[in-house]
């Protein structure tokens, strides 16, 4: 099972808006509606803050949203802030019952 | 609050076995599947395993870059989960995580990690 594709960076100016996305095949992100991200900072541990695609946690800023069209997942951060500098990353269940991660994209707050 | 506490992690060498643990609390853990994530110095995430709770409890899934050497377990009569690390090898280095969810495609919260070191 192959990783599912991020840019491996992306940035923007507080107070914009910038989207991180997640290709992938057929047999994962385009089968299910089973995607997830994940926010890290450094050295820390991630942290859920999208699931099956759309649905936000509780505590999660509603500056998240989430969204898929065909075998590609999107993340979107309105409102950027500088707490949102960190990597994020996608992931999928598959076809063959098992989980795939993307690479990860870091994410610049100029 | 859930909690989810790593242990095991090592220094090892290759070829050797290691077992991980994951002490949880706060939750009725034999609802979520657990899963273990590992992730090697200054790389990504990489899905290890899962195993689910609920009604298919019990069931399990591994990568294939850890299947046949790596087991993952669990007690909920102890609220743990385990992974069995057997024949381990240098790229089996990095931090592994402990992680629950309703379903293994969300990792709902995580443990802070543990240190494996595969190294001669």
């Known amino acids: 099972q192959s990783a599912l594709t991020q840019p491996a960076s992306v940035s923007g100016s507080p107070g914009q808006s910038i989207t991180i996305s997640c290709a992938g095949t057929?047999?994962?992100?385009?089968?299910?509606?089973?995607v997830s991200w994940y926010q890290q900072h450094p050295g820390k541990a991630p942290k859920l803050m999208i699931h099956d695609v759309t649905n936000r946690p509780s505590g999660v800023s509603n500056r998240f949203s989430g969204s898929k069209s065909g075998n590609t997942a999107s993340l979107t951060i309105s409102g950027l802030q500088a707490e949102d500098e960190a990597t994020y990353y996608c992931?999928?269940?598959?076809?063959?019952?098992?989980?795939?991660f993307g690479g990860g994209t870091n994410l610049t707050v100029l | 609050e859930v909690q989810l506490v790593e242990s095991g992690g090592d220094l090892v060498q290759p070829g050797r076995s290691l077992r991980l643990f994951c002490t949880t609390s706060?939750?009725?853990?034999?609802?979520?599947?657990m899963t273990w994530v590992r992730q090697a110095p200054g790389k990504g995430l990489e899905w290890v395993a899962f195993?689910?709770?609920?009604?298919?409890?019990?069931?399990?899934e591994y990568a294939a870059s850890v299947r046949g050497r790596f087991t993952i377990s669990r007690d909920d009569s102890k609220s743990i989960a385990y992974l069995q690390m057997n024949s381990l090898r240098i790229e089996d280095t990095g931090i592994y995580y402990c992680?629950?969810?309703?379903?293994?495609?969300?990792?709902?919260?995580w443990g802070q990690g543990t240190l494996v070191t595969v190294s001669s």
């Open positions: 992680t629950c969810g309703h379903s293994p495609s969300k990792s709902e919260s």
């Open positions: 195993i689910r709770g609920g009604t298919n409890a019990g069931t399990t």
């Open positions: 057929t047999s994962d992100v385009g089968l299910y509606n089973y």
């Open positions: 992931s999928s269940y598959t076809r063959s019952s098992t989980l795939v």
């Open positions: 706060g939750f009725t853990f034999g609802d979520y599947a």
